[in-house]
């Protein structure tokens, strides 16, 4: 079985990438929160708004986590990507059968299968799950863009537990999902969502690769692992975090993870207990995002 060895300067380089989407995200989303204000309140307060996102004590404080967040996701998606050398059992047999078990005899993905053959409904849910990433960048940036300090504190704390603790419990609970444990069950389903298609093929490729040893090269966002779900796990924090601070988003969040938690399972990328878990998750970061923030 090949090895991989940690070669720091790629390892470096490779976190560039991150600190520029970082960085980027933020800053535009602190110039979309100026213009949100400037058409409810004026130029002059986004101007006044503008002045204090300048001042280099909060400057020094959105660098700080905009590193944290670049290391978090960096950290993140290399842990997922080599599950299978640190872990190679899978868990896919279990969780099946505690699927079947909570919901009476019955296997929520293949009964949604077969309730919604529909190939308009199957591709609408194609795209929506690709869009998992806009969402990513939508909440994180939003809430490291206000004034407040302690508050962009909170939601790093909170962002920093659950993709932590997620992929953590990934190495615990390793598994595939069931579009790569069932395939048969997806049969149907696979002409119509092209784009998850052709990225679970992507993934499986590089997992395989992984797990043998013979990768030439790797995507650090090509990582398989189904528990938690972390889609759902992420869009469902969001939606919590921002229930008070900013209802319509929250409102836009739940809808999202409703989503993606129905597509996950027409898709095949999850069980219904991941999306259990990461709902879980979700509450979980909050608390620890809120209580870190008092302390």
């Not at 993606?260 to 259990?276: C, K």
Request: with cysteine; charged share 15%; glycine share 8%.
């Amino acid at each position: 079985m090949g090895r991989f060895r940690l070669n720091l300067p790629a390892t470096l380089r490779a976190q560039l990438p991150f600190l520029f989407v970082a960085f980027g995200v933020t800053l535009a989303s602190a110039g979309l929160r100026t213009a949100f204000v400037a058409r409810a309140d004026g130029a002059g307060r986004a101007r006044r708004l503008v002045r204090q996102y300048l001042k280099p004590a909060r400057l020094l404080d959105l660098l700080r986590l905009g590193l944290a967040v670049a290391v978090v996701s960096y950290g993140y998606s290399w842990l997922k990507v080599f599950v299978p050398r640190l872990n190679p059992a899978v868990t896919d047999a279990a969780l099946d059968r505690m699927d079947t078990v909570l919901h009476l005899g019955v296997g929520p993905n293949r009964l949604l299968i077969g309730l919604l053959p529909y190939p308009v409904f199957l591709r609408v849910l194609d795209v929506q799950y690709a869009l998992f990433f806009v969402t990513l960048l939508m909440g994180v940036g939003w809430f490291l863009s206000p004034l407040s300090t302690a508050e962009r504190a909170r939601f790093a704390s909170g962002f920093a537990f659950l993709w932590l603790v997620g992929s953590w419990w990934y190495v615990a609970t390793p598994s595939l999902g069931p579009c790569y444990t069932f395939p048969s069950d997806y049969a149907s389903v696979h002409p119509h969502i092209p784009i998850q298609g052709a990225l679970q093929g992507a993934l499986l490729h590089q997992y395989v690769g992984v797990r043998e040893g013979r990768v030439a090269s790797l995507n650090p966002s090509y990582g398989v692992a189904a528990m938690p779900s972390l889609h759902v796990a992420w869009q469902a924090f969001v939606a919590l975090w921002a229930r008070r601070r900013a209802p319509k988003l929250a409102a836009f969040f739940w809808i999202m993870a409703a989503l993606t938690f129905f597509g996950s399972l027409l898709t095949g990328w999850h069980y219904a207990v991941d999306g259990y878990a990461g709902l879980l998750l979700a509450f979980l970061a909050k608390r620890w995002g809120e209580r870190k923030g008092m302390t």
